[in-house]
């Protein structure tokens, strides 16, 4: 997977054969971000170029900048698969939370 990561935010990194560029796009806010550059060290600079015009402009709005996630999540599921999850936390001797977030950490 092609990312880049800067301050908390990471964007997902394409390449545009037709323009013979790189492309990226800011993950997870609101806003829609987007950067690019026909090298990496120009898509790098502009990636941060982006962010920091975000971080600035939501400074001089009085506006708190958008974070990619706030760390809860909620899932709806089947109810077999819920209390699947529910017994394998339980015989890992975890809460459902702890287990899900492991499993989910593993699967990065």
Not at 34 to 62: N, P, S, Y
Request: aromatic content about 8%.
């Amino acid at each position: 997977m092609n990312i880049m990561t800067y301050k908390g935010y990471t964007a997902r990194i394409e390449f545009d054969e037709r323009d013979n560029l790189f492309v990226g796009r800011v993950l997870g806010v609101k806003a829609i971000i987007g950067f690019h550059g026909e090298t990496v060290a120009e898509l790098r600079t502009d990636f941060e170029a982006a962010i920091d015009f975000m971080i600035e402009d939501c400074r001089i709005r009085g506006e708190t900048p958008a974070r990619p996630y706030s760390g809860k999540l909620m899932l709806r599921l089947p109810p077999d698969v819920h209390a699947h999850a529910a017994m394998m936390a339980e015989v890992h001797g975890k809460s459902l939370n702890q287990w899900a977030a492991e499993v989910l950490e593993s699967a990065r």
